[in-house]
């Protein structure tokens, strides 16, 4: 059995007690795997001298921050709120990326005043005409590689008319400004969910040969300093780590065979989903069931409220196993099933057409794989209330409740 179902089983089975009458769902964080995660990470990693600033917004659990800053992780801020929440967290700034595309003058201040030591990337040449002089933050730029690495289109971000970044074809502009403002990083997110790590690789070379060129015009300049950092932005899809040679694996060796200048700089990465998917579960009751012609419609408590992308994009692969009351796995016949949310609206469906054991009434639904892009994207649509959020240490067979239920009224 997995391990994260076997985690979760005895989670509920240990849990169930505590569940109060308005407990429809519970969202729960396993300590264990996100620590798997991070450890796998940092090894994939270990030929270069690395930051690993996990990206805030895929799970953004003040208690999660708290525990990957714990554990010398950096954190990757796409908001001023979450830079804030990392400094809660307790972060050195020198490990917070901030990387909003919208960035307002204030807080260039703020970070400029208060938060000396943070890597504070532009998204743009034209956003450099903020930068105050001197800045006590490390200054770096976004580049558009202009490159497809297989993004579904969503997550598309380096078309040439993208938001993002620099585009790199404008190399003379970009050389200049560097002679210009104290720039020290590059930084690029080719995309997310990558489907092709070769491309994503060849534009992050493309990235440090341009680092190599501005060095040099920054020596010839006799400036007194360089670009030493490249952040290579995250977008990995999340894996089952298993006796295999991982994904993040042949992702780092890639780097190292095709960009081997890669070492002579700090690496920044800023991985989100990949981290978390696997770190999270969640249960809800499962309200009633219906039979549409030979269709199983079970209805649950947690739809594209909190499972946002899979609503409203497309499934994602989160594991769906059917409980009883008891939580005891219910292998039975399968029938073609949907999964409906709470939510009165038409595309309010976790999935539909998988097979799946018969359903009834206060039945617990498990899903495995919760951890990314769900919480952090809790949609306000029909008000519900965000459920109680639980972490969990299978090894030592505990659990403690991170938050309690939240209303949004
Ligand atoms: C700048 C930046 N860095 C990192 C990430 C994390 O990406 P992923 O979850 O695909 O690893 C994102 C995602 O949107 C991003 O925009």
Redesign the pocket.
């Known amino acids: 059995m997995n391990l994260l179902k076997e985690e979760a089983l005895w989670f509920i089975k240990n849990f169930s007690g505590q569940l109060k009458t308005e407990d429809t769902a519970i969202i729960c964080q396993s300590w264990n795997q996100l620590d798997k995660y991070l450890e796998h990470l940092k090894e994939a990693f270990s030929f270069y001298s690395a930051i690993h600033a996990i990206?805030i917004?895929?799970n953004p659990h003040p208690e999660v921050l708290r525990y990957i800053v714990s554990k010398g992780f950096g954190l990757?801020a796409?908001s001023m709120e979450e830079v804030e929440m990392a400094i809660e967290a307790g972060i050195s700034t020198e490990k917070l990326v901030f990387?909003s595309p919208v960035k307002t003058r204030a807080e260039i201040k703020k970070c400029n005043e208060k938060y000396a030591g943070i890597k504070l990337n532009v998204n743009s040449l034209e956003e450099l005409n903020r930068i105050p002089d001197n800045p006590n933050f490390s200054l770096g730029l976004?580049i558009n590689p202009m490159v497809d690495a297989g993004s579904p289109d969503l997550?598309h971000?380096s078309s040439d008319e993208s938001k993002?970044g620099e585009p790199i074809s404008n190399d003379q502009a970009i050389i200049s400004a560097c002679q210009q403002f104290p720039i020290t990083q590059l930084?690029i997110?080719s995309?997310?969910?990558?489907g092709n790590l070769e491309v994503a690789t060849a534009a992050i070379a493309a990235v440090v040969a341009l680092a190599n060129r501005i060095n040099v015009q920054l020596e010839l300049a006799s400036k007194d300093y360089r670009i030493k950092s490249i952040d290579i932005?995250?977008?990995?899809k999340p894996e089952k780590l298993g006796t295999d040679l991982s994904q993040m694996k042949q992702y780092a060796n890639l780097l190292v065979k095709n960009v081997p200048d890669l070492v002579n700089f700090e690496l920044v990465t800023?991985?989100?989903?990949?981290?978390h998917f696997y770190c999270g579960f969640a249960f809800s009751t499962v309200e009633y069931v219906m039979f549409r012609g030979k269709k199983q419609l079970a209805f649950v408590h947690l739809g594209a409220d909190y499972f946002m992308r899979d609503a409203y994009v497309k499934p994602r692969g989160i594991e769906f196993i059917c409980l009883d009351k008891e939580g005891k796995v219910n292998d039975g016949e399968k029938h073609t099933t949907d999964i409906a949310g709470p939510l009165c609206f038409a595309g309010d469906y976790l999935v539909k057409d998988i097979p799946l054991s018969s359903l009834s009434e206060g039945d617990i639904l498990l899903m495995l794989g919760t951890g990314?892009?769900t919480y952090g994207l809790w949609s306000r649509h029909c008000s519900r209330t965000i459920p109680k959020v639980v972490g969990v240490d299978f090894e030592k067979l505990t659990f403690t409740l991170l938050s309690e239920r939240i209303k949004l009224y």
């Open positions: 990206a917004k895929t990757e796409a990387d976004r997550y971000v993002f930084h997110h995309g997310s969910a990558l932005g995250g977008g990995l800023e991985f989100g989903q990949w981290c990314s892009n």
